[in-house]
């Protein structure tokens, strides 16, 4: 059945009620394949009071998981890694349990406690102590095996920071390259993803930015402008930045077929329940959202200092939509801001 066309209205208001829970600025770009429906509420700066800009670039979050689970899933298309294959095979010694798959990792199953956790239990002090840090893969991994493990492999879903960044160390041990040349060879170049960059440690965003401000714990205290900082606490389960043209085109490419072989692509679509909302589910690399007018989106969110992203398409990729705020850590906004993929896909206000 045809979509409904999307409802720039609905579109708009979930944005200025975005604006009302907190953030400075928020904006969504759709992507129809002929057509673009851009809105933007507020601001990009709020020092000099600039718009936003759907060709704005942005730090994307943990949508780089989706880059990073692309990239794996071609070396398995190669025959260069198995995913039902222990880690154990391609990084001997690096895990602290030689039943962790490459499966277990892409899809959240691994068992692998998140460092993040203690990382930022505080949000403002956690952000100041990592923001200039430059961490190695090993580092973060030992912060995350210092825990116990959350559940025996295979077993449970649990999302885990640590399982993408051990994705990508295993990415550039069978690759003999980096993670940055990988997206550069297989996503970003073949895509023409000109607002598209992996610049870990660099902490600048280059070009035209929106800047991002995070929403502190105490309520009331001022945004903290948190736009430069090197993500290396992520590396590659959320250092990626992008636009929301390029994510949309991305998107687009990914479940229309064009990056990862049909077969493999359909297991990344094999889900299971995220939450108990009975409407959120991960696959690999990729959730699954069930919008109230029935239709499955497929894509991922994204959370770092100062940036909140859903950036979500169609199983055809036919429609995509990417939305973003320039705040973080504030429940309501993100929430809020989900709002506009039930109007860009649903053509209706949110229920
Ligand atoms: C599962 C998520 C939500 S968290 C995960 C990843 N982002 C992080 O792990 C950063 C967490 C701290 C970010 C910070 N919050 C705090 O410090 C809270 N004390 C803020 O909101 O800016 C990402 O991105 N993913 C999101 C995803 O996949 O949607």
Same mark, same amino acid.
């Given at each position: 059945? $045809?979509?409904?066309?999307?409802?720039?209205?609905?579109?708009?208001?979930? &944005?200025?009620?975005?604006?009302?829970?907190?953030?400075?600025?928020?904006?969504?770009?759709?992507?129809?394949? #002929?057509?673009?429906?851009?809105?933007?509420?507020?601001? @990009?700066?709020?020092?000099?009071?600039? *718009?936003?800009?759907?060709?704005?670039?942005?730090?994307?979050?943990?949508? /780089? %998981?989706?880059?990073?689970?692309?990239?794996?899933?071609?070396?398995?298309?190669?025959?260069?890694?198995?995913?039902?294959?222990?880690?154990?095979?391609?990084?001997?010694?690096?895990?602290?349990?030689? #039943?962790?798959?490459?499966?277990?990792?892409?899809?959240?199953?691994?068992? &692998?406690?998140?460092?993040?956790?203690?990382?930022?239990?505080?949000?403002?002090?956690?952000?100041?102590?990592?923001?200039?840090?430059?961490?190695?893969?090993?580092?973060?991994?030992?912060?995350?095996?210092?825990? $116990?493990?959350?559940?025996? $492999?295979?077993? /449970?879903?649990?999302?885990?920071?640590?399982?993408?960044?051990?994705?990508?160390?295993?990415?550039? %041990?069978?690759?003999?390259?980096?993670?940055?040349?990988?997206?550069?060879?297989?996503?970003?170049?073949?895509?023409? &993803?000109? !607002?598209?960059?992996?610049?870990?440690?660099?902490? @600048? +965003?280059?070009?035209?930015?929106?800047?991002?401000?995070? /929403?502190?714990?105490?309520? *009331?205290?001022?945004?903290?402008? @948190?736009?430069?900082?090197?993500?290396?606490?992520?590396?590659?389960?959320?250092?990626? +930045?992008?636009?929301?043209?390029?994510?949309?085109?991305?998107?687009?490419? &990914?479940?229309?077929?064009?990056?990862?072989?049909?077969?493999?692509?359909?297991?990344?679509?094999?889900?299971?329940?995220?939450?108990?909302? *009975?409407?959120?589910?991960?696959?690999?690399?990729?959730?699954?959202?069930?919008?109230?007018?029935?239709?499955?989106?497929?894509?991922?969110?994204?959370?770092?200092?100062?940036?909140?992203?859903?950036?979500?398409?169609?199983?055809?990729?036919?429609? @995509?939509?990417?939305?973003?705020?320039?705040?973080?850590?504030?429940? /309501?906004? !993100?929430?809020?801001?989900?709002?506009?993929?039930?109007?860009?896909?649903?053509?209706?206000?949110?229920?």
């Amino acid at each position: 059945a $045809p979509l409904p066309a999307p409802d720039p209205d609905g579109v708009g208001d979930a &944005l200025k009620r975005t604006l009302a829970a907190g953030a400075p600025g928020a904006m969504t770009r759709v992507d129809d394949g #002929r057509t673009t429906l851009s809105r933007t509420a507020g601001v @990009s700066d709020t020092a000099t009071g600039a *718009g936003m800009d759907t060709d704005g670039r942005f730090r994307i979050g943990s949508v /780089t %998981k989706t880059f990073s689970t692309v990239v794996l899933m071609q070396l398995v298309a190669e025959g260069a890694v198995d995913p039902d294959a222990p880690v154990e095979r391609y990084l001997p010694g690096v895990l602290p349990d030689t #039943r962790i798959t490459v499966r277990h990792l892409l899809s959240h199953r691994s068992g &692998l406690w998140d460092y993040s956790n203690d990382m930022f239990a505080r949000t403002v002090p956690g952000f100041e102590a990592v923001r200039d840090r430059v961490f190695t893969v090993r580092e973060l991994i030992d912060l995350a095996t210092a825990h $116990p493990a959350t559940a025996v $492999p295979g077993t /449970t879903y649990q999302y885990s920071n640590t399982n993408f960044v051990v994705i990508g160390a295993l990415i550039e %041990k069978v690759t003999g390259r980096t993670v940055r040349e990988e997206y550069e060879r297989r996503i970003i170049d073949p895509l023409d &993803l000109r !607002n598209t960059a992996y610049v870990h440690p660099e902490t @600048s +965003i280059s070009g035209k930015r929106i800047r991002g401000y995070l /929403t502190p714990d105490e309520a *009331g205290a001022p945004l903290v402008d @948190s736009t430069e900082q090197t993500v290396s606490w992520a590396q590659s389960a959320g250092a990626v +930045i992008s636009s929301p043209g390029d994510l949309d085109r991305f998107m687009s490419a &990914l479940l229309g077929g064009r990056l990862v072989r049909a077969d493999l692509l359909e297991r990344m679509l094999e889900m299971t329940p995220s939450d108990g909302s *009975g409407v959120r589910f991960y696959g690999l690399g990729l959730r699954r959202r069930d919008l109230s007018c029935g239709i499955p989106v497929y894509g991922h969110t994204g959370t770092v200092q100062g940036y909140y992203t859903y950036s979500f398409t169609t199983r055809d990729g036919r429609r @995509s939509v990417t939305s973003v705020a320039n705040t973080s850590n504030n429940g /309501t906004a !993100n929430t809020v801001l989900g709002d506009t993929l039930e109007a860009a896909f649903c053509g209706k206000r949110a229920t």
